[in-house]
């Protein structure tokens, strides 16, 4: 079946204005996970959604950081005000909750200029 | 808390020799280990994982990773480097039952003809 797919792919913008990064998990997945890559280094959670239960928000690095999810299906996150340490690639993933192996998106490329 | 440190960042072998990617966890629980593997320009794909059944894991594309306790070691290998396997590699560990997945720095594997 399909994967997890993001969109936009690359997303140019410049400091100070909002964006929305969107993902569509793998249908029947209920968990989702947010993550942030930097150039050259490893992956940073960022949240997590299991079904209907609060979401663990405990890797957003501010409050310019948020996002939702409607049901089990896609998610939204949204960076307000960007700043230019915000340029990264932004990777959505989601699993089953047994097992719980993550199955990740292609990714948002976004830079503040 | 969980932690990750690949002790390569750049690993360089000829094709047709054995590759070893070096990988040391940390965890305060019975841990999940997982292998990502990063194409340019691609999304991260899974290699294979451990969660704790044979210590022996084998995974897609020839590689192989064994966890040691002992050593709290679970370093990636593969016999024979072929030009296809050039990319970026992650280990990454979860507690059992967590769904946070940290990641090592990566490593990144070139294949010289």
């Known amino acids: 079946g399909a994967g997890v797919s993001q969109s936009p792919s690359n997303k140019v913008t410049e400091k100070g204005k909002d964006v929305e990064l969107r993902c569509d998990p793998i249908?029947?997945?209920?968990?989702l996970y947010w993550y942030r890559q930097r150039l050259g280094q490893g992956l940073e959670f960022l949240i997590y959604f299991q079904g209907n239960s609060a979401p663990d928000k405990s890797g957003l690095p501010s409050d310019r950081f948020s996002a939702e999810r409607t049901g089990e299906s896609v998610s939204t996150l949204t960076i307000q005000r960007t700043q230019q340490e915000d340029s990264a690639v932004y990777l959505c993933a989601s699993s089953l909750v047994k097992p719980n192996t993550q199955y990740f998106g292609p990714g948002t490329r976004l830079t503040v200029l | 808390a969980q932690s990750v440190t690949q002790l390569d960042s750049h690993v360089s072998v000829s094709e047709g020799t054995p590759v070893l990617l070096r990988c040391n966890y940390s965890?305060?629980?019975?841990?999940?280990l997982f292998w990502y593997v990063q194409h340019p320009n691609k999304g991260l794909q899974l290699l294979l994982k451990y969660t704790s059944a044979a210590t022996l894991v084998k995974g897609i594309n020839g590689f192989e990773a064994e966890f040691k306790k002992s050593e709290t070691s679970f370093h990636l290998t593969k016999p024979s480097a072929h030009m296809s396997d050039a990319a970026e590699y992650f280990c990454v560990v979860s507690d059992q039952g967590a769904q946070k997945l940290v990641f090592g720095q990566g490593t990144r594997l070139t294949i010289n003809p």
């Open positions: 965890s305060s629980y019975s841990p999940s």
């Open positions: 249908s029947g997945h209920t968990a």
